[in-house]
């Protein structure tokens, strides 16, 4: 996944309308930012393997603590319960927790068999990554629907608040779209480095447009 987990961040503004959207965006993406430093220090492994699915050649042969679903539990207990003491309280804390796990039952419908459910457990995946076509229509709808349902959440307090929105999510949308054609990546470290420095940018721009937009009256949910 990719959009689609972008899809979850904002559609997690509409049952937590006051928490930031760059926390909201953490959660569903905290996964993919623990992986790239796990891998460069050694503790996860990834291959490129040209023509592995046809969405991208990483094979993921071992990333258990960032992305197995026992330690997708922890870590969203864990991110859960900062932002339930913080400003955000239970609702937030519990919102941001689903996000979280959502990575873990997102990647499950699209990657290969490599998603483990604890470290050293049995590998499940339904590998929707080798169809384009495919994986394109599922995360472009998830993708529609998360910033129809944040556009509904909130309302842009001045110009900036809607050009700055419209902005990224072109450039989501482009970078989506651009990603089947981008060929073989020429190392793991450039994949990492660059997702890293992505994710920061990404969540940097989301804390930044989200200051620019306010909770609407179709911002709510029931109570958690």
């Known amino acids: 996944m990719f959009i689609g987990h972008f899809a979850v961040g904002f559609a997690s503004k509409r049952w937590a309308p006051r928490t930031s ?14 992986w790239p430093v796990l891998v460069l220090a050694g503790v996860e492994k990834v291959r490129i393997v040209p023509g592995f ?16 679903l026992l ?5 969203a ?14 609702r937030a804390g519990v919102v941001v927790g689903i996000g979280v796990v959502s990575h873990w039952v997102l ?6 068999p490599d998603m483990p459910l604890w470290p050293g457990g049995p590998e499940f995946g339904l590998a929707l ?13 998830m993708f529609a629907v998360g910033v129809w349902l944040y556009l509904g959440a909130t309302r842009a307090t001045d110009r ?9 999510v072109a450039l989501l949308v482009i970078s989506y779209a651009a990603q089947p054609f981008m060929g073989t990546p020429p190392s793991v470290r450039a994949v990492v480095v660059s997702g890293l420095i992505f994710e920061a940018v990404s969540l940097a721009w ?17 109570v958690l």
Do not use: K, Y
């Open 71 to 75: 330690m997708d539990l922890v870590w």
């Open 53 to 68: 699915t046809a969405m991208n050649a990483l094979a993921l042969d071992d990333f258990p603590w960032s992305h197995s």
């Open 160 to 168: 900036m608040g809607a050009v700055a929105l419209w902005a990224l």
């Open 129 to 141: 990554w080798n169809s384009v076509p495919g994986t394109m229509i599922v995360e472009s709808l």
């Open 107 to 112: 990647d499950w419908i699209t990657h290969a």
């Open 77 to 90: 207990a864990l991110l859960g319960a900062l932002v339930a003491r913080g400003a955000g309280g239970r």
């Open 21 to 34: 959207l760059a926390t909201l965006m953490l959660a569903p993406l905290l996964a993919d930012v623990l």
């Open 206 to 222: 989301l804390w930044w447009l989200d200051r620019h937009r306010r909770p609407s009256a179709l911002a709510h949910g029931p």
